[in-house]
């Protein structure tokens, strides 16, 4: 625990699951005086409230940022616009605002103009998460032994961007300063294909135990009962990251999309070739692709990035 808190006021933006990890990692690693938050939904609010989660809960967010040194956004990035633009007239000259979307350029423009003189924005995210939400969700070790990836824009404060770093490296993440349109594009296949393959093979398989109930006779019929009791390891991981935010993933999307589809394209040529090896019996081409995957897997692993937790990037963040 620091001997003296790196700021004197942090202020909170959305208290999911991201949003309540950091009000638990700021506290228990003693870097604010006062944590102060607020939820556009009453009813998080006062489910916050009743967990102690923060030392004031405003129904106001002009009332949760007054005053703060650090304010960070930890809502969907579709919000982060409209939460820039509430907040602009009760920022404090030299605060520092942050957000913990993955999707940083969408969010540099929607934030970046309402920024007062003196204000610093230094967009961040966290490149963690599970697949539960809500305040309940969060707890204090979220962020350690992850990376926190820091998309100053051009010209950004050097001193409130320092203090983030060791904001971040205080909660126990490894910091990584990147291009916001790298970071963007980065994403988009470690993490943004991958979820969008998730939903897709999640939905899949539902049509197809609808399509083979209706087809099939009553004594071989296969019900979702039975794909949910005979699920692998793999189908139990794809639910597991379909699970995620609703709201959080249709923003990511949306918001970085020309790298998504980017990303998809090149995906989807990849699978055309597997799909023809397959088609064609030919082995020495799938073992190749398996063996060069197994050893991608392994690097995850000796990077520490496998996770002690259940792990799907930002598995919400709302407000």
Known sequence: MSDAPQFERVAIIGIGLIGSSLAHATRANGLARHIAGHDSDPDIRRRSEALGLVDSMHDDVGDAVAGADLVIAATPVGACGAVALAIRDHLAPGAIVTDVGSVKGAVIDAM??????????????????????????????????????????????????????????????????????????????????????????????????????????????????????????????????????????????????????????????????LQRAIRHDDGDALFELFTRTRAIRRGVIEAGQAGRFQYTENGDSDD
């Open 112 to 273: 970046a103009p309402h920024m007062p003189e003196g204000v610093h924005l230094v967009p961040g995210h966290p490149v963690a998460g599970t697949e539960h939400s809500g305040p309940e969700a969060g707890f204090a070790e979220l962020f350690r032994d992850r990376f926190a990836i820091l998309t100053p824009p051009p010209g950004a404060n050097e001193d409130a961007v320092a203090r983030l770093v060791a904001f971040w490296r205080a909660l126990g993440s490894d910091v990584e300063i990147m291009d916001a349109e790298h970071h963007d594009r980065v994403l988009a296949i470690t993490s943004h294909l991958p979820h969008l393959i998730a939903y897709t093979i999640v939905e899949t398989a539902s049509d197809l135990e609808t399509e083979l109930e209706a087809k099939s006779r009553d004594d071989d019929v296969v019900t979702t009962r039975e794909v949910i009791k005979y699920s692998a390891g793999g189908f139990r991981d794809f639910t597991r990251i379909a699970a995620s935010d609703p709201t959080m993933w249709r923003d990511v999307f949306l918001l970085n999309k020309d790298a998504v589809l980017e990303m998809l394209g090149r995906f989807t040529e990849d699978l055309t070739a």
